[in-house]
Every structure is written in C-alpha cells, then in structure tokens.
C-alpha cells in the first residue's frame, strides 16, 4: 500500500509542531525549557505527548508493539484524525455500513468530507458487495463496526475480509464492544493488511467512560500521521497514571466481563417472555436491541419511571428499536418490573 496516495498531500508534506517534550528524551535534574512553573510537582510539567510507558504496558496486553498505538480522547479523536489525515475536504468521501455508530457521520459532516450510506441486510448481516458498490475513485475510507452499535450484531469475518483485501483505501473497524464478544480481534492481522486501522476503547468492558481514553491500532506508518496530526498533549497525565493502574486489574475487567454475559443472557430471557416483544437481535456486545410495538410510548413510559434506555426508532432498519444496556442485577431487576407493569396494561 502507498499510503503517499491516500494521506492529504498537506499532511504528507507537514512539519508537525515540536513540543518541548519532543526536542528531549530522558530524565534531568532541572527543566527549563518548556517554560513550567517550577512549582506543584509533577502537575506542572507537560505530559509526555506519545504516552510511552502506558503504551507499553497496553502494548503487552493487546499483543502488539507500542509504536503501533495512538491513544486518544476516547475513539472520537482517532475518528476524526482519520478524516483529518486521509479526506480531501470538498473532494474525497467515505463509505459506511448503515445503520452504525453516528459519529462517523458527524465527522464526515464536521470536516466537509461526504458519506455514502452501504445498507446492511434486514437481519444487519454485512453484504461485502454492497459495501464495495458504494464505493468510487474518491473513496478513501471504509468505516465498519464490529460488534456493531446500535445493532449489537458481530459483522461475518469473511465479508469483512474481502473488503479488506478489495478496496484500496483505509478500512477502519471500531471494536468497541469486542471484550464482550468470543471472536477474536482483528489486531492479529495489523501485520497481514496495512490498510486496516482497529479502534478500541476503555469506555465499555473496562468500566472508564469518563476518562476518557481510545486507542487506535495500525500501521508504524500510519501512526506516525496520528503523531503528526494530534494535538501535541492530547491525554493528560491524569489520564495517563490512572489508566495506566487500572491496566494492572485486568482480571477485575474479565470478572466484569463475565457477569454482564451472564445478565446479557438473563436479561434476553426475562425481555422474551413479554408479550410485547417482538425480537431480541442477536448481539454480541454489552447491550441487546429489542423491537416492541411501540418503541416511542415504551421509551417514554420507562422514563417516567427513571428508568432510561436509547430509543433508536427513528434509525436506519432499527424501527421499533429500543437499545438496552446491560446493568447490574439490581438495574436489570428495576428495568423487568416496570416493564411487567407496563405489561398488564398492554394486555
């Protein structure tokens, strides 16, 4: 792959900005040259802008050198660096399977770039040639989600891979939901196709939302115009310690994992005995879609009760959508008795 043709010729050609930071590597007695305030140690300092040593140590768990990560602020920041890095705004266009997660829209919007729609199928099983129909000579991005949202669905590896291995631009494939899931992560296979970039995050399976930190997974290559793109202290050190702690309790996230398996399926049988349900979609992620009847009165009624779910009715193939989140026992409880109230009235 050439990525000279896909990368914007001004990002190609771009002098990134040199951070204090970036000009010296080590340890030192005394800094003075990045202009801190010599007090309040170590807040005064700038964080390391590549985030080294937490690289390193999530580099070990994905199984994957820490020149192939970039982390961000959350998956969004990768998200949009990827249009920032390979889009010609006004000129270029991405396409992305349909229904998925909106902020690839977003983006595309934000940064002038157009977005083709490819439908999946009425089940969301992902047809590869209608994915590669979509696409023309300005195509330059692929965006596929994998457990996707707001499905919950795995898309099939074999079509994933003919994408893959038949489209000449950048394939991203957000596995946010991917602990949830028992197939494997495509991060076996940065080596086998250097056009894929894999997005994860700690938001989900590691219980961090509001921390705020994703990770991108690619090419030296191309993490190398993440570096030249992002802004240069983009995770701060606060981030930076605190995830790296959490990462020393995996086993406490495998434990959480495994329990919200365990109340995804509980959960599925207790919403399949009510007599409004209609379907519960397959999912491989922390949440199930199910299709009621009436999604809007449902999605209201629940509210009401302080009970809050994500109405996705008016999505693309998700008519009468309601996503739900697994809880704890207790939430899921809280959630199965007032729709068994709402139930009786239903009947």
Not at 104 to 125: M, Q, R, S
Not at 312 to 339: H, P
Request: net charge neutral; charged share 25%; proline share 5%.
């Amino acid at each position: 792959m050439n990525l000279q043709k896909l990368v914007r010729s001004n990002i190609y050609s771009l002098k990134p900005y040199s951070c204090a930071r970036d000009e010296f590597k080590g340890e030192a007695s005394v800094y003075l040259d990045a202009n801190e305030n010599p007090m309040n140690a170590p807040y005064n300092r700038y964080p390391d802008p590549l985030q080294w040593k937490l690289k390193e140590k999530i580099a070990k768990i994905k199984h994957v050198r820490p020149e192939q990560i970039m982390l961000g602020n959350g998956s969004d920041e990768p998200i949009d660096l990827v249009f920032r890095i390979f889009c010609e705004p006004k000129e270029d266009n991405i396409v992305a399977i349909e229904p998925t997660y909106g902020m690839y829209k977003v983006c595309a919007d934000i940064n002038n770039v157009e977005y083709l729609k490819a439908f999946l199928n009425e089940d969301f099983t992902l047809d590869a040639n209608r994915v590669l129909a979509a696409v023309n000579e300005k195509t330059k991005i692929i965006f596929l989600c994998s457990p996707n949202n707001p499905t919950g669905n795995l898309l099939n590896r074999a079509e994933m891979l003919k994408i893959v291995e038949n489209f000449g631009g950048i394939v991203v494939i957000d596995e946010a939901y991917i602990d949830f899931s028992s197939e494997k992560s495509w991060l076996e296979e940065l080596s086998n196709h250097p056009n894929i970039i894999v997005l994860q995050t700690f938001s989900k399976a590691w219980g961090l939302a509001s921390v705020r930190c994703g990770m991108a997974f690619a090419s030296e290559e191309i993490i190398s115009y993440f570096n030249k793109v992002k802004y240069p202290y983009n995770i701060n050190l606060l981030t930076q310690n605190f995830v790296s702690e959490q990462l020393d309790y995996e086993d406490r996230k495998n434990e959480w994992v495994s329990m919200l398996l365990e109340q995804r399926t509980n959960l599925e049988k207790e919403l399949k005995k009510l007599p409004f349900v209609e379907k519960i979609y397959p999912t491989d992620a922390n949440f199930l879609l199910v299709k009621v009847p009436n999604a809007n009165g449902i999605y209201q009624y629940l509210v009401n009760k302080g009970v809050i779910v994500r109405n996705r009715n008016t999505v693309s193939l998700c008519q009468g959508g309601l996503r739900v989140t697994v809880g704890t026992l207790k939430e899921n409880q809280t959630l199965m008795f007032e729709l068994q109230k709402f139930k009786e009235n239903f009947v």
